[in-house]
């Protein structure tokens, strides 16, 4: 296994695509960031005590944007190999498929996870800075508070999980088009149709089981009761998403020829 791990990590560090999509990792994320907090104030609050916007969460919301490039990134580890025919080379040096993909699935989360950490520290910096001269220098960011703590690894592992199942629908699909279309399709598509659908209910389930939408209520710090599924149930639930992808990848690839 450490032969595979170490061939795709020197695939995946050698490949300019890597590192650019890396960084669009933290740059879309701190962007994003940027926007929302410089457009929030206390000015339409009674005062800015009683202003209860969930500041982390806002800081946080560059993550929508952030994860467009985690789903390439995810996505192309796989689809990559098959557009340039060097599947045969890896399946030729490492002939257990199941290995190939652990590998791939390891180096790639690990990658993600060490570029969504980058991300989320800067959005909370970011917030950290701006936020203050909007007139919520009552709530600083602090890493210290559970909560907050809780949002930011959460949102980590959110980015992570996305990339797995990235690298899933990608082994099934095969196509790199066609695979990040599905995958853009599962995160934002989804949450979307809520603005579609007229029942109360189905906006909930919605709510519940998109990934996007259910990943990300880790990210609430404030009015938790009023979330359609908890902040770790709907970590849980993008886990399940990303594990399914996986397990498709998986059988997929062994059972069908390179």
Known sequence: MRGALHAE??????????????????????ALG???TGTVSTDQCPSPDEC???TVKLSLTGIWLGQAAVAAFGVLAMSSEYGTGTIHSTLTAVPGRGRVLAAKATVV??????????????????????LPGNGFSSTPL??????????????????????QLSLGVAAVVRDTAGAITTVLGLLYALPALVELV????????I?????????LAVQATKNLEGLPIGPWSGLAV?????????????????????
């Not at 907050?148 to 980590?156: D, E, H, N, P």
């Not at 709510?207 to 990943?215: C, D, K, L, R, V």
């Open 9 to 30: 990590w020197t695939k995946l560090r050698t490949v300019p695509s890597t590192w650019w999509l890396l960084f669009a990792v933290s740059a879309l994320t701190w």
């Open 34 to 36: 940027a926007v929302t």
């Open 52 to 54: 209860h916007e969930d």
């Open 109 to 130: 989360t690990g990658a993600t996870l060490a570029a969504g950490t980058v991300a989320v520290l800067g959005s909370l910096l970011v917030g950290r800075l701006i």
């Open 142 to 163: 602090s890493l210290s508070e559970g909560p907050a703590l809780r949002a930011a690894v959460g949102t980590v592992l959110y980015l992570g999980l996305i990339a």
């Open 198 to 205: 007229g029942d109360e209910k189905w906006q909930e389930r």
């Open 207 to 215: 709510h519940e089981w998109a990934p996007a939408s259910a990943g």
């Open 238 to 258: 993008m886990g399940a998403w990303a594990g399914a992808g996986l397990l498709a990848g998986a059988t997929v690839f062994k059972l069908r020829d390179a």
